[in-house]
Structure formats: structure tokens, C-alpha cells
């Protein structure tokens, strides 16, 4: 994806939210709002992030929270890598294993401001989905 498909950086873009906690879904939904993004679907958990991107060309990227509860998003970035869409993680924990996991992967960690928000999003458009998972065998 370049930028010429979103004239005005993210505006029109299709994102996929998948946060657990309501106010911070909430937040991120106003911030994407504000840079004219469109809400393609919300979720708060792995399987409803999976039945969102059934249909991934509604989908121009994803903002991914690490820890859904007891859950962790690899099943629905792993998906989203199948299906060359671009996603952020989002996180309060810090990196953890994602670096190792998904090198390629943009992070950004909570507490975040628009700025960042908006700065981690375009940059993950432009570089396009990460590659597949490293596995360790």
C-alpha cells in the first residue's frame, strides 16, 4: 500500500481494531476517527478477531493488543501475515517476544497519544505485512 491510496495519510483507510479493554478501544476508535480512518470492525478477543477478517478485503490493516485477557493475538497476526495485511501491536508490557517473533512487526505502547498512534500506522502501511513468523523447531 502507498500513499497515494489514502491521500491526506490514513484517510479512508479500513482498520481492524482488536483491544479488550472498552475505554481504550473506545480511545483508539476516536483517535482513527479524527485521521479519517474508517472502522472496518471492533473485537475483544482472538475468535471474534477471527471471524472479522474472514473477509480481509474489508481490512487495509489491523492495531493489534497483545493480551486479550488470558489470550495472546499471535493466532490473528499470523492470519493477518497469511493475508498480506499490514498490523501494529499494541502493548503495555513492552516487546516482550515480538521482536523475536514478528522482527519486522511495528509496536506501539500504551499509554499512547494520536502522534504516535498515527505515526506507527502509516509507517506500517507503507512498509506493508511483516513477514511470516521466525518458528523455533
Not at 498480506?84 to 506501539?108: K, N
Request: aromatic letters at 8%.
Amino acid at each position: 500500500m502507498g500513499s497515494a491510496k489514502f491521500p491526506g495519510g490514513l484517510y479512508g483507510l479500513r482498520v481492524l481494531v482488536v483491544e479488550d479493554e472498552t475505554m481504550v478501544a473506545m480511545m483508539l476508535e476516536d483517535m482513527l476517527e479524527d485521521f479519517g480512518c474508517v472502522i472496518a470492525g471492533m473485537a475483544g478477543t482472538v475468535a471474534q478477531a477471527m471471524e472479522r477478517i474472514k473477509v480481509p478485503s474489508a481490512i487495509d490493516a489491523a492495531i493489534l493488543d497483545v493480551n486479550l485477557g488470558s489470550e495472546k493475538i499471535y493466532p490473528v497476526a499470523d492470519a493477518l501475515v497469511e493475508l498480506h495485511v499490514p498490523f501494529v501491536f499494541s502493548t503495555g508490557y513492552g516487546p516482550g517476544d515480538l521482536a523475536e517473533r514478528y522482527p519486522e512487526s511495528q509496536t506501539l505502547s500504551k499509554p499512547y497519544d494520536a502522534e504516535a498512534l498515527a505515526g506507527v500506522l502509516a509507517a506500517c502501511c507503507l512498509l506493508g505485512p511483516p513477514p511470516p513468523p521466525l518458528r523455533s523447531w
